[in-house]
Nanobody, 124 residues
Framework: QVQLVESGGGLVQAGGSLRLSCAAS????????MGWYRQAPGKQRELVATITSGGNTNYADSVQGRFTSSRDNAKNTVYLQMNSLKPEDTAVYYCNARITTVQGIGDIRTTDYWGQGTQVTVSS
């Protein structure tokens, strides 16, 4: 019914940049807040950035000043611009979206959806 499709991952040298995108498709009423998470091998998934429906953002201390999240509501897409990448940024990056769907009259639901993940590898 609802899918989040990520793209933009890859291999980059330290100090380089990548831009991730996450596009929502399917049948839904609206996209509310969205976020970016990452998970490195042997580590727990951690929150990287959040963005509200109005475009307000928040970032983890480890990426603040280097990463920038934005969204294009007309395209149902959120972006993560990653600059000055470091080897410790290497991880699978996942997008998350809180989406409201309408199943029927009086059956409005808000649910978190996840993208499939995209690998980001930063070499030294």
């Amino acid at each position: 019914q609802v899918q989040l499709v990520e793209s933009g991952g890859g291999l980059v040298q330290a100090g380089g940049s990548l831009r991730l995108s996450c596009a929502a498709s399917g049948r839904f009423f609206r996209i509310n807040g969205m976020g970016w998470y990452r998970q490195a091998p042997g580590k727990q998934r951690e929150l990287v950035a959040t963005i509200t429906s109005g475009g307000n953002t928040n970032y983890a201390d480890s990426v603040q000043g280097r990463f920038t999240s934005s969204r294009d509501n007309a395209k149902n897409t959120v972006y993560l611009q990653m600059n000055s990448l470091k080897p410790e940024d290497t991880a699978v990056y996942y997008c998350n979206a809180r989406i409201t769907t309408v199943q029927g009259i009086g059956d409005i639901r808000t649910t978190d959806y996840w993208g499939q993940g995209t690998q980001v590898t930063v070499s030294s």
